[in-house]
């Protein structure tokens, strides 16, 4: 039960990562788009 708030916050935090990545990912394509 000690260890079970740390892999949560592990887990959100890599979550939280992809997600941002692949939003960044998605505005650097729309930007390359425009400026096409």
């Known amino acids: ?3 079970e708030p740390y892999f949560e916050f592990i ?3 890599t979550a939280y990562n ?3 990545a ?4 998605e505005l650097f ?3 390359q ?3 096409r």
């Open 22 to 25: 692949r939003v960044g990912r």
């Open 33 to 35: 788009k425009r400026a």
């Open 1 to 3: 039960a000690y260890f």
């Open 29 to 31: 394509i729309c930007l």
């Open 11 to 13: 887990h959100f935090d």
């Open 18 to 20: 992809s997600l941002s």
